[in-house]
């Protein structure tokens, strides 16, 4: 089952930030925050990961709190397509460790 | 470009018809997984090879196999597709050991069963 809540769904302006929640309160130490995204029709892609400091990357931000219980993802300007539905993972690393997908988040970017 | 590809993109087969959808890679990672993903559904991991070791997952049905001849090609074969197999299947890779991990997935093939 997979180990994270998050809302499902958000919309903002184009050209704004897009904050994405998630909660994983039953996180453990070993755990990592793993975010992809599916847009329509498409295979998942990788965003960005992180275990405990703040991470990021050309496509995106991932703010942690500091007990590790929930995260954000920011696309600091979303654009139209940055319209898909956005996975909050948890998971360790190591062989044979598991992507758990749960509902997700759609996230819709409205012009 | 490295990628994962798989085809066909679209794949129709009938009741009961075996069926075979495949999955190749340039990435050369030693990892590759099937995930299965019905309408409006997460994806959902079937099983996956770890080099040459089959890792099943515990409630994936036996109506589903897979195949890997080689690090580059994985196959899931449907031994006797029902209407409720009908879904996108999506093939991914990863290489254990890099501090990431991260799976790349190819763009899935969506089976119809008729």
């Known amino acids: 089952d997979a180990k994270t809540t998050q809302p499902p769904s958000m919309d903002c302006a184009e050209g704004r930030a897009a904050n994405l929640p998630c909660n994983h309160s039953?996180?453990?130490?070993?755990?990592?925050v793993y975010w992809y995204r599916q847009i329509h029709s498409q295979g998942p892609q990788y965003i960005i990961h992180?275990?405990?400091n703040n991470e990021t990357n050309e496509m995106a931000s991932l703010i942690i709190t500091e007990d590790r219980k929930s995260s954000t993802l920011i696309l600091p300007h979303a654009t139209l397509r940055d319209t898909a539905v956005y996975y909050c993972?948890?998971?360790?690393?190591?062989?044979?460790?598991?992507?758990?997908f749960g509902k997700g988040i759609t996230l819709s970017v409205r012009p | 470009d490295a990628m994962v590809i798989q085809n066909p993109r679209y794949q129709v087969t009938q009741f009961g018809k075996p069926v075979t959808l495949s999955c190749s890679q340039t990435l050369n990672h030693n990892v590759m997984y099937w995930y299965q993903q019905k309408s409006s559904q997460a994806p959902k991991l079937l099983f996956h090879y770890y080099d040459k070791d089959f890792n099943n997952e515990a409630d994936t049905p036996d109506n589903f196999q897979s195949r890997r001849p080689n690090t580059s090609f994985c196959f899931l074969d449907i031994r006797s597709p029902g209407l409720g197999d009908a879904a996108m299947y999506l093939c991914a890779t990863s290489r254990v050991g890099t501090l990431q991990e991260t799976q790349y997935f190819g763009p899935g093939t969506r089976l119809l069963v008729l």
């Open positions: 039953t996180i453990s130490g070993n755990e990592y």
């Open positions: 992180g275990l405990k």
């Open positions: 993972i948890v998971r360790p690393t190591g062989a044979n460790s598991k992507l758990t």
